[in-house]
C-alpha cells in the first residue's frame, strides 16, 4: 500500500479549498504538519483560530520551505508568480500541486519554473460550494468527488501514485487526463453553467423595479438555483474565463447553436422538437444521480418550512 503520510504540507491560499483540505488531512492524519501561506492577515487570523494550521505564514516562499508536498490553492491568475517565489526555495523531491479550475495555462504558467527534482502534477477537485474564505472549508468536500490531475512529461510514477493516494484518503476519486482535454469537458459542466447563472442573475438585476422585486419574490420557480452558483467568488470566476478562453469560447459557439434551435421551435410553435429536446435532458440527471454525483431528493432535498414543524409541506 502507499504511504500517504506527509512530513510537511503547504497550502498556498487558506480559503473553501485550501481549508477544507487543511480539514480533511487532519482527519485522515495525512500530515505531520500542516502550515498555509495567506495574503490578509485576517485569513491567517482565522485560520489559527480554527486550528486547521500549525502555522500561517505572509508569504508563500516561508511556507515551502522544508514542505515535501505543496498545493496551490489561490486564484489561477497567481500561480505564475508564486511559482517564481517558491522555485528557489523548494525541497528536492517535493511534490508541488494546485487545485485550479483550468488546466492547460496553470500547467502553462507553473510548468517552467518548477526545478529539477521536484515533481509537478498539476490537479482539480471536482468539489466546491459558492462559498469563500477558511471558514467555509468543511473537511467531507471531497468524499466521493472527482479529482482530476494531469500529469505532463516524463512525471514520476511514484509521486503520481503518492498523490493520487492523497487525494483517495481524503474521500475523492481519482482521474488522470491530458489538461487540454480536462478544459474542455469542465468548460461545458462547470464552466458555462457559471456563464450562463452569472447571466441570468445579471439581466434579472437589470430590469424594472418593481419586476426585480417580483423576480426575488416568485424565485423559487427555478431563478433561485441560478443565483447559487451566481453567488461564487468573482476573482476566482474571473481567472477561470481568462484562462479557459480557448475551451470556453468553443462551448459557448455550441450552446448559442442550440439556443437559438430552441428559439425557432418556440417561435414555430414546434412541440414536438421541445419536448424530445427536454426529455433527453431529464434523462442526464438521473444519470447523474445514478452516478453518485447529486442527491434524487425532490428540489435538491431542501427542507421545506412545514417539514421543519414536523407538519405536511
Ligand atoms: P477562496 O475561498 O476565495 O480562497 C482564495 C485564497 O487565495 C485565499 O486564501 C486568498 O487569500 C488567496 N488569494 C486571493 N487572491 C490572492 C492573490 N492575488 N495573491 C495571493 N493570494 C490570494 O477561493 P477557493 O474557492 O478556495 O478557490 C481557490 C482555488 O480553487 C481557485 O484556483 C479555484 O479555481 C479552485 N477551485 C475552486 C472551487 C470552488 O468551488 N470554489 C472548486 C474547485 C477548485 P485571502 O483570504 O488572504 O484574501
Known sequence: ???????RLALIGIGLIGSSIA??????????????????????RVAME????????????????GADLVILCTPVGTYEAIAKEIAPVLQEGAIVSDVGSVKSAVVK????????????IAGHPVAGTEKSGPAAGFAELFINRWCILTPTGDVDA??????SA??????SKVDTMEPEHHDLVLAITSHIPHLIAYNIVGTADDLEDVTQSEVIKYSAGGFRDFTRIAA????????????????VLEMLGRFTEDLAQLQRAIRWEDGDTLFKIFSRTRAIRRQIIDAGQETPEPDFGRVHKADDKGGKA
Open 109 to 120: 504558467a507553473i510548468g517552467p519554473h518548477m526545478p529539477d527534482g521536484v515533481h509537478f
Open 158 to 163: 511514484d509521486a503520481l501514485e503518492k498523490l
Open 232 to 247: 461564487s467568488d468573482p476573482t476566482m470566476w474571473r481567472d477561470v474565463f481568462l484562462h479557459n478562453k480557448d475551451a
Open 50 to 65: 480554527l486550528g486547521i494550521v500549525d502555522v500561517a505564514y505572509e508569504t508563500a516562499e516561508e511556507a515551502v520551505k
Open 23 to 44: 480539514r480533511a488531512v487532519r482527519k485522515a492524519d495525512l500530515a505531520s504538519e500542516i502550515v498555509c501561506s495567506a495574503r490578509t492577515a485576517d485569513s491567517r
Open 166 to 171: 492523497f487525494w483517495s484518503a481524503m474521500g
Open 1 to 7: 500500500m502507499t504511504d500517504v503520510k506527509f512530513n
